[in-house]
């Protein structure tokens, strides 16, 4: 079965340009998240995706960064513009569903890590 | 608010040593799930365990066992005889029952086995 798949894996741009990262979950997964890892930082949450609908999104910088999950299948992070402090590693994870009675595991894609200069 | 603490920021153990790593967490919930991760160096999240704040049990999977005690607040992680393999970020993440909580990570430990 594949995994999460992101790319690109490795981004250099200069803080006021815009960047995209694109993410193709698991096949069948409902659930899909972004997560932002600064260095010598665990993983936060951006934003949930259920199907298309956002089911949090309350630690996205919603200024500068926006995603979308149009069909409910890949996803796409945008940040326009950005800052020095958004060079991080951004993980895409998915999972079959949100949770609830039945946990369902999140697997991580390899992530994409970006450099502002 | 939820807060998951791992003191310990990096670690250092010859090959074939036991090493312990530390997990505190706060929660107001009386329901979560705990959980430890590792990050080896190709960057990917790769899931190790999860518990249920119900179970108290400790589990053993090969080389690795998880110690976790509600009283105190913890859940620690045990690697038996490590091999250099074992080196990486290892994280502790803790996250509420519901469909919309988010997984709450802790900074990381960074675990090097060295021969």
């Known amino acids: 079965e594949a995994g999460v798949a992101q790319s690109p894996r490795y981004k250099i741009i200069e803080k006021r340009q815009s960047v995209a990262f694109w993410c193709n979950p698991i096949s069948g997964h409902a659930t899909l998240y972004w997560y932002q890892q600064i260095l010598g930082q665990g993983p936060k949450l951006l934003i949930q995706?259920?199907?298309?609908?956002?089911?949090?999104d309350s630690q996205l910088p919603k200024d500068r960064f926006s995603a979308e999950r149009l069909k409910g299948v890949d996803s796409t992070l945008k940040i326009q513009p950005a800052k020095l402090e958004d060079s991080a590693v951004y993980l895409c994870?998915?999972?079959?569903?949100?949770?609830?009675?039945?946990?369902?595991?999140?697997?991580f894609g390899p992530g994409t890590r970006l450099t502002v200069l | 608010a939820q807060k998951v603490t791992q003191a310990q920021t990096e670690i250092s153990v010859v090959e074939k040593e036991d090493v312990t790593l530390d997990c505190v967490y706060e929660?107001?919930?009386?329901?979560?799930?705990l959980f430890w991760y590792k990050q080896p160096p190709s960057g990917e999240l790769v899931f190790l365990i999860r518990?249920?704040?119900?179970?108290?049990q400790n589990e053993i999977s090969g080389r690795y066992s998880w110690n976790f005690q509600k009283s105190t607040s913890s859940f620690n992680f045990t690697i038996t005889a490590s091999q250099v393999v074992d080196s990486a970020v290892y994280f502790c993440?803790?996250?509420?029952?519901?469909?919309?909580?988010?997984?709450?990570f802790g900074t990381g430990t960074r675990l090097q086995v060295t021969l």
């Open positions: 929660t107001r919930d009386t329901t979560y799930y």
């Open positions: 993440a803790l996250k509420k029952t519901g469909t919309a909580s988010k997984l709450t």
């Open positions: 995706f259920q199907n298309n609908g956002v089911v949090d």
């Open positions: 994870a998915s999972s079959l569903g949100a949770g609830g009675i039945v946990y369902n595991e999140q697997f």
């Open positions: 518990r249920n704040s119900f179970d108290e």
